[in-house]
């Protein structure tokens, strides 16, 4: 039986032209890291479900990939009327896919703490996978590039990751580049001014959904929650407030310190003296963040040219490795959505300048005994860092010229009877047609 080659919604393949281009941003992105003092990690593809479930909120536990347990997960499962999917997918699947990266370091960090130096300060460059729908820029499975620092509790961090973020949107040379801040201290700090302590998950879910749905259905969704009128009003002198001043003025009977207003104050005190090189820090008073494990400052990317959602988002979680067994270790960490930054760079046209492509040279194959004569010069460039590589078949010259434009090879070699003789290598520049007979050690040298 012939089967239809497809891959499931959500996924993707990479041809290498998009690899080319998806690795050009890894390699920036990971130099920015390793610049700032961070270490690399990685996790399974798969944790505990335990591990992951209970940390992103109801809405975030219902995008997790469950894995069916092995062998025969029925056996012991008593099948009738009360059945749901959610009570018997807790007792087939005991395993899921990492829904993001920062809930696995969380749990990394705790089992591993007797090994590691702290504060520990660490990138991790791995797929996540999520069962949501697939749309543009959003897909099931995707990269995540993270950083993360634990056990310190330094507003230091949080400005240092704001450079790292401004470091690398200037290496992309995307422009345009919004940081959007918040904490969520203000947020609980609003929603208590409003009255509405118990249904803070929900105001903001809601809020989160903002440049979605805008503010006039966000009202209508928490007021269909159980939130009053009267409290909605009080979220509209919130939503207005388009500074840290007015946002002081709102909250002036409530303490600073605890309400988050001198974190947002020193943070912007700082980035202003130091300065940013491309990227423009907003005070965002809708941003929330749904995730549950944030407590502190908050942070999402986006850029001004393209509308794709964000590019990158994070924020301080205080207690998210208490749930493993240590509650003493604040963390802070930002994730770069490495997909979405390529559909920016693509839709921008940014990458035709910027990939930096290695020199290449292909060898004509004329044969068994000229293909052999190649090969220790193919060694020789390969030694020098040049790509080399022969033809592998023996066919017509227009096949394999072809395959060297196809693949745009800089320089073609030929090597037959009569440069064997000679000594000397045929060489043409596929740039402009040029070619000329030169001994090896002066091609090397051309090249380097």
Known sequence: MRIKPSIPKGTRDFTSEVMF????IFKNV????KSYGYSPIET???????TLTGKYGDEGDRLIFKVLNSGDYLKDIQLDENVTSQNISNKIASKALRYDLTVPFARFVVQNQEKLTFPFKRYQMQNVWRADRPQKGRFREFFQCDVDIVGSNSLLSEIELIQLTDDVFTSLNIPNVKIFINNRKVLVAMVNKMLAKEYFNDIVIALDKIDKIGFDNVKKEIIAKGVTKQSCEILDDFVNCKSIADLEILL????????GLDDLKFIFDSINKIGLKSCEIVFNITLARGLDYYTGCIFEVITKDLKIGSIAGGGRYDNLTSVFGNNKLSGLGISFGIDRIYLVME???LFNDQIDKDTSVMFINFGK???VECLPIIQKLRKVGIISEIYPDSTKIKKQMTYANNKSFDYVVMIGEDEIKTGLISVKDMSNGFQENVTINDFIKKLN
């Open 347 to 349: 839709e921008l046209g």
């Open 369 to 371: 005994e000229e293909a």
């Open 44 to 50: 399974p593809a798969m944790e505990n479900i335990q």
């Open 252 to 259: 002036s009977d409530t303490d600073s310190s605890k309400n």
């Open 21 to 24: 281009r998806r690795e050009f």
């Open 30 to 33: 990971k130099s920015i890291f």
